[in-house]
């Protein structure tokens, strides 16, 4: 029996929240050790192409009684007629407001455009400054967007005021003690405000798989969002690691257990599909794909290769993932037909912030640049590699693995 359409809606509402979440939860490793001017930029960036916003705006306390520092970000298709000077002006009443207010909607006119309004205070009170995000939509922010941006604007918060901790630690080295304990209670912070929202979603899909009324295809689907909201609970620790690894130069810590990379393979590719339907992906395997491995990452890992290819592939053309083994390795390759990627731009694949050129509809969600990075980081943690190929219209990833530490 089909889903009803409202059923099916919301399903994919669910979806897309689970996906942008995830994009959200990588942000803290893209500006670790950062200055504010980064950590803003970061964000700004990212909620506007994720959320597909019309403007965002950040405003910034100063100590001391300085001037508060702004940055504006309007979209591509705005830019020619609302001036970041315009919307400052216009956006002074609402941030001058009571803090306790800002999480109201608000209604306002740029150029003479109607725009719908979110402003969520960056810090508890307030204290740090002010965030908002402006729609042309009459009914942003949905729910599902009011907690990605909740979620992202209080990782800010926590990092900008990390931020300003080193600035300060800069220049007052005695204090350097008192700020590694400061970090990591606010990483503590971090993990745990993350779960929350993360929590909500798992739960709400709990109670739409319970749901007498829906299809049974709907509950396959609610089935695999419970599967990926547990992935990305595994996530949250990922991003801590790799925070921790940019302050004290430590390799990434894995948990190796025995499994069958096979089998992890076949979970992958059921997930990937539901969130790309009408795609085709063959998985082929051949050989012992046992060892020592982490489950958990190597899983990131091939999402992160397979969503690759199906994000950049031409939709006609089915994504190969293909397995092969021999006494001391494993090997994996992701492969897809697509656009060439030039030589010279294969290796800054795998740096943080740097997307592919998109093939779909919508180049507006990429998400943030960091999948090869952190699947790179995660293979060389294993003691394997990563590398890429494009050549003639292929493009092909791959992973070699050991089958143990050794």
Same mark, same amino acid.
């Given at each position: 029996?089909?889903?009803?359409?409202?059923?099916?809606?919301?399903?994919?509402?669910?979806?897309?929240?689970?996906?942008?979440?995830?994009?959200?939860?990588?942000? +803290?490793?893209?500006?670790?050790?950062?200055?504010?001017?980064?950590?803003?930029? =970061?964000?700004?960036?990212?909620?506007?192409?994720?959320?597909?916003?019309?403007?965002?705006?950040?405003?910034?306390?100063? +100590?001391?009684?300085?001037?508060?520092?702004?940055?504006?970000?309007?979209?591509?298709?705005?830019?020619?007629?609302?001036?970041?000077?315009?919307?400052?002006?216009?956006?002074?009443?609402?941030?001058?407001?009571?803090?306790?207010?800002?999480?109201?909607?608000?209604?306002?006119?740029?150029?003479?455009?109607?725009?719908?309004?979110?402003?969520?205070?960056?810090?508890?009170?307030?204290?740090?400054?002010?965030?908002?995000?402006?729609?042309?939509?009459?009914?942003?922010?949905?729910?599902?967007?009011?907690?990605?941006?909740?979620?992202?604007?209080? /990782?800010?918060?926590?990092?900008?005021?990390?931020?300003?901790?080193?600035?300060?630690?800069?220049?007052?080295?005695?204090?350097?003690?008192?700020?590694?304990?400061?970090?990591?209670?606010?990483?503590?912070?971090?993990?745990?405000?993350?779960?929350?929202?993360?929590?909500?979603?798992?739960?709400?899909?709990?109670?739409?798989?319970?749901?007498?009324?829906?299809?049974?295809?709907?509950?396959?689907?609610?089935?695999?969002?419970?599967?990926?909201?547990?992935?990305?609970?595994?996530?949250?620790?990922?991003?801590?690691?790799? =925070?921790?690894?940019?302050?004290?130069?430590?390799?990434? +810590?894995?948990?190796?257990?025995?499994?069958?990379?096979?089998?992890?393979?076949?979970?992958?590719?059921?997930?990937?599909?539901?969130?790309?339907?009408?795609?085709?992906?063959?998985?082929?395997?051949?050989?012992?794909?046992?060892? /020592?491995?982490?489950?958990?990452?190597?899983?990131?890992?091939?999402?992160?290769?397979?969503?690759?290819?199906?994000?950049?592939?031409?939709?006609?053309?089915?994504?190969?993932?293909?397995?092969?083994?021999?006494?001391?390795?494993?090997?994996?390759?992701?492969?897809?037909?697509?656009? =060439?990627?030039?030589?010279?731009?294969?290796?800054?694949?795998?740096?943080?912030?740097?997307?592919?050129?998109?093939?779909?509809?919508?180049?507006?969600?990429?998400?943030?640049?960091?999948?090869?990075?952190?699947?790179?980081?995660?293979?060389?943690?294993?003691?394997?590699?990563?590398?890429?190929?494009?050549?003639?219209?292929?493009? =092909?990833?791959?992973?070699?693995?050991?089958?143990?530490?050794?």
């Amino acid at each position: 029996m089909a889903a009803h359409p409202e059923e099916a809606d919301e399903v994919r509402r669910l979806q897309r929240c689970i996906a942008d979440l995830v994009s959200v939860l990588a942000l +803290p490793a893209m500006w670790a050790g950062g200055e504010p001017s980064r950590v803003v930029h =970061t964000l700004l960036e990212a909620l506007i192409g994720m959320l597909h916003l019309d403007l965002a705006y950040v405003r910034l306390r100063a +100590p001391d009684g300085a001037a508060p520092q702004e940055t504006v970000r309007v979209a591509p298709s705005l830019a020619s007629i609302l001036g970041p000077d315009e919307m400052r002006a216009g956006l002074e009443g609402l941030v001058s407001s009571d803090p306790m207010q800002w999480s109201a909607r608000a209604q306002m006119r740029f150029a003479g455009e109607p725009f719908s309004l979110l402003a969520l205070p960056l810090g508890l009170n307030g204290e740090t400054g002010v965030f908002v995000a402006g729609c042309q939509r009459a009914d942003f922010p949905a729910d599902t967007e009011r907690l990605v941006l909740s979620v992202a604007v209080n /990782q800010a918060a926590i990092s900008l005021q990390e931020a300003r901790l080193l600035s300060e630690q800069r220049r007052a080295r005695d204090e350097l003690g008192r700020g590694v304990v400061f970090r990591e209670q606010l990483m503590g912070i971090l993990g745990h405000d993350l779960r929350n929202p993360l929590s909500a979603v798992y739960g709400l899909a709990e109670r739409l798989q319970l749901d007498a009324s829906l299809s049974l295809k709907a509950k396959e689907r609610v089935a695999l969002i419970k599967q990926a909201s547990a992935r990305m609970s595994e996530m949250i620790d990922t991003i801590l690691d790799f =925070t921790r690894i940019r302050f004290d130069d430590e390799g990434l +810590p894995i948990r190796r257990s025995a499994m069958d990379l096979g089998s992890l393979c076949r979970d992958v590719v059921a997930e990937a599909l539901a969130g790309h339907p009408g795609r085709q992906v063959s998985l082929e395997t051949a050989g012992d794909l046992r060892g /020592q491995w982490d489950r958990a990452r190597l899983a990131q890992v091939v999402s992160n290769l397979l969503g690759n290819a199906l994000t950049h592939g031409e939709e006609m053309q089915p994504v190969r993932l293909v397995t092969t083994a021999d006494a001391a390795a494993v090997t994996l390759g992701v492969v897809n037909r697509g656009p =060439t990627i030039p030589a010279d731009r294969i290796e800054a694949l795998f740096e943080p912030f740097v997307r592919g050129a998109a093939s779909g509809q919508d180049e507006r969600r990429h998400g943030l640049g960091l999948g090869l990075y952190i699947a790179k980081q995660i293979v060389a943690s294993h003691g394997g590699t990563l590398s890429a190929r494009s050549l003639d219209g292929t493009t =092909t990833f791959t992973v070699v693995l050991p089958r143990s530490s050794g």
